[in-house]
């Protein structure tokens, strides 16, 4: 026995009472609080994420209902413009960021072959600082009214330009709640990612070597990267605003010589990679899916890591496109649309590459596959209406129109939640060992694919005949009333697709068939161990001799190993 | 053509502490820079006295202080492989009390320029940068004291394993950052914006 773990006054528990308390909602709680374990923090990351994802869906409904038809009260202003604060805060740091980060914590440590991440309590630290975090933000519309009866959730969008943010203009605590949220929200991302980082590069098992890691992880040690170098703009921004208002600082106060332009620079700065780190994972999850069930390895391995890389190094200079607007010189607008068009070329390359995978394979069309397809179409949509924006004196007539709204929410909805989806159905035989239900699912697929785009291709049109985004209402006969309404008539599909993907969760879980350890027939080292893995996640550390582990286990007259 | 795949021979990882600690510092790094570029694009641009040639003077003696203590710190490192406890000890008090002198110094700069100068965050642009770069580095000097404090506490209590090398390596490379810090912001702050 270890002589530094030794305590005299240890007794054996009564065998009488172990696990008495077992499955109990203490004890569920309890395991919950203490659990340092990555699967374990990543599911919860996942559960909470997807939380709040419902409530901020049903924010985004008020907005669309409010809209529907021209000069409705069903909303006044002041709530409209909580709500799409509340709407695109919640959306971009409760949902997007936890989600990806429950990817990565539950699988990189599997898919790399190590028992957990580098640091598991530091693991555990960021998930509960996340956690508080959108706690507090949700908090403001109890809080931040305080003493002066002031507004109550924030309401300076989810880019807070300045000088919405000053005393004069945000007065209670609103802005504050948001401040503290998202500084806090930030340092919980720094750990985790720094984690990620940490775990990637240390923790391989013997064999995987970088050339041999799963694009997944590669994709996820390159986002990893962006967040530890765009997330402290962030927390320098909101170190900046609490010292405006509260210690009269002038960094964004233009009349004491400050600049509201700074804020902007100094947002977008984390901002546009911000738009990376929730995209990569995406490319990440469509990275693993596309290939397992179009029966090939992925086209061109070399390449997307390339092409991953270049995307997260053009995005930390490309922010300045969110403001084309602001006045800049023509040589900042040329360079700015410039570095951003050239986003595109790895983009495609990506593109193309995940078709090459499919061209001459043996597609299955199960419904990760599905989610993913939808992703390519929607995706390459979203990239058509970037690089339209990219273009500095098309963007000028565009920008804060309805347009970008559609754009983004291609990138965001059609873009990532749909991999996020194919990411949820494809794991979760292996994480809960139990197979999702393909017709539930199926429904989910066709009933949200045709929400979303009636939802969101009308609002290109509105934007084109020049509707503003974040106007609380609209006059009748200006052309808009009809692309509004189609589009809030989609809330209805969407809703009912994620009904139904909710409903699958856990029908699935009670009554689905077992899963078995590897149901879709694939390479990654996640499959090799048990549905639901246990907590030490492998009996013996694998070994890798090639970027399909698994394949080589499997046919081991003819491995990869011998090709590569 | 053999069967059997080759052997992995060996199977070596970077140490998990240094890639973490390098992250930290990146992550830190990134932070940094945008107070700097904060201050760098309000230079000049103040509406009202003081400005930074007015009431800025170079501060020499922290300045040696905080560099020296980034040699004292590995002479402290490089007694603790010897296996000499004592000068390990010493030097590791010395790098301890060249930080605190810095520090002070920072404080009583700070004190004779908010009531002799009349210079506040809330003064102008440039009170509002000053204090919050050099503000941001100060409080990282407060951790890197801190840390330092507390080894030095727990290695005379003979609570520092002898195993733990790496941890007090990781202190001093957040320590040498501190410094590298320290040479970018007196830099900017003391000799570039004096003389504009």
Not at chain 1, 260 to 272: E, K, P, R, S, T
Not at chain 1, 491 to 512: D, E, H, P, R, T
Request: aromatic content about 16%; glycine content about 8%.
């Amino acid at each position: 026995m270890n002589p530094d773990t030794y305590d005299p006054n240890f007794r054996m528990p009564d065998p009488e009472r172990i696990g008495e308390e077992r499955g109990s909602l203490t004890r569920i709680i309890q395991e919950m609080v203490f659990t340092v374990d990555h699967k374990k923090l990543g599911l919860m990351y996942i559960a909470s994420g997807l939380l709040f994802f419902v409530v901020a869906g049903v924010m985004a409904t008020f907005i669309r209902l409010q809209l529907a038809v021209p000069r409705n009260d069903f909303l006044d202003p002041d709530t409209f413009n909580r709500l799409f604060t509340m709407h695109g805060t919640a959306m971009v740091f409760l949902v997007g960021m936890p989600i990806i980060f429950g990817f990565a914590n539950y699988l990189v440590p599997l898919m790399i072959g190590a028992r957990d991440m580098a640091f598991p309590r530091m693991n555990a630290f960021g998930f509960w600082v996340f956690f508080f975090s959108g706690l507090l933000l949700y908090f403001s519309y109890l809080g931040a009214p305080g003493l002066y009866a002031a507004g109550s959730a924030p309401d300076v969008g989810w880019f807070a330009y300045s000088p919405l943010t000053a005393k004069a203009f945000s007065r209670g605590h609103s802005t504050d709640y948001w401040t503290l949220s998202l500084l806090m929200g930030g340092i919980g991302s720094i750990a985790t990612s720094i984690n990620i980082i940490v775990t990637v590069v240390c923790m391989r098992c013997k064999g995987m070597i970088l050339g041999r890691m799963p694009l997944f992880v590669w994709l996820f040690l390159v986002v990893a990267f962006l967040v530890i170098i765009a997330m402290p703009p962030l927390s320098a921004c909101q170190i900046m605003l609490i010292l405006d208002r509260y210690f009269g600082a002038h960094f964004f106060d233009t009349q004491a010589g400050g600049s509201a332009v700074l804020w902007q620079h100094f947002f977008w700065i984390f901002g546009h990679p911000e738009v990376y780190i929730l995209i990569l994972p995406g490319f990440a999850i469509a990275s693993e899916v596309i290939p397992v069930f179009s029966r090939k390895p992925i086209f061109g391995y070399p390449v997307m890591v390339a092409a991953s890389v270049m995307i997260a190094f053009i995005s930390l200079g490309v922010w300045a496109h969110h403001m084309f607007s602001v006045g800049m010189t023509s040589v900042g607008n040329t360079f700015f649309a410039i570095s951003t068009l050239l986003v595109a070329i790895p983009t495609g390359i990506k593109i193309f590459n995940w078709i090459g995978t499919m061209y001459g394979g043996k597609l299955r069309f199960e419904l990760p596959m599905l989610f993913c397809l939808g992703f390519l179409f929607q995706f390459l949509i979203a990239g058509l209406t970037g690089v339209m924006l990219a273009i500095a004196p098309f963007d000028w007539q565009l920008t804060d129109s309805y347009f970008v709204v559609a754009h983004f929410h291609y990138v965001l909805i059609g873009g990532l939640l749909y991999t996020i989806f194919a990411g949820i159905y494809y794991w979760y035989p292996k994480a809960l060992g139990k197979m999702p239900d393909f017709k539930l699912g199926l429904w989910h697929f066709i009933l949200f694919t045709v929400g979303f785009h009636i939802t969101f291709f009308p609002q290109h049109i509105s934007g084109f005949l020049g509707m503003p985004r974040r106007i609380y209402t609209y006059d009748a006969g200006r052309g808009w009333d009809l692309y509004n309404l189609i589009s809030t008539i989609g809330v209805v599909f969407q809703a009912a697709g994620i009904l139904f993907f909710v409903f699958n969760l856990i029908y699935s879980y009670v009554k689905g068939k077992k899963a078995g350890d590897d149901p879709w027939d694939a390479w990654s080292l996640e499959w090799a161990t048990t549905s639901p893995p246990p907590s030490y996640n492998f009996e013996t550390l694998p070994e890798v001799r090639s970027r399909r582990p698994l394949w080589d286990l499997k046919h081991p007259d003819d491995p990869d190993w011998k090709y590569e | 053509m053999s069967t059997a795949p080759e052997e992995i021979a060996e199977w070596k990882m970077p140490s998990t502490r240094k890639v973490a600690v390098i992250s930290l510092i990146l992550t830190e790094s990134a932070l940094f820079t945008i107070f700097l570029v904060a201050y760098l694009f309000y230079m000049g641009k103040s509406l009202n006295p003081p400005y930074p040639s007015q009431v800025l003077e170079f501060p020499l003696l922290a300045t040696i202080a905080l560099l020296s203590s980034s040699v004292t710190i590995v002479f402290s490192e490089k007694a603790l492989h010897r296996g000499n406890k004592g000068a390990f000890h010493i030097w590791w008090a010395v790098t301890i009390a060249l930080g605190a002198y810095f520090l002070w110094f920072t404080g009583m700069e700070w004190k004779h320029l908010i009531f002799h100068d009349n210079l506040t965050l809330a003064t102008n642009v440039f009170g509002t940068t000053f204090y919050s770069l050099v503000g941001l580095h100060a409080s990282h000097v407060i951790i890197g004291l801190v840390l330092l404090t507390m080894v030095l506490i727990l290695s005379l209590l003979g609570k520092v394993p002898a195993d733990h090398t790496e941890h007090l390596e990781m202190i001093s490379w957040y320590w040498h950052f501190v410094d590298a810090i320290w040479i970018v912001v007196v830099t900017v702050v003391y000799i570039i914006s004096t003389r504009t």
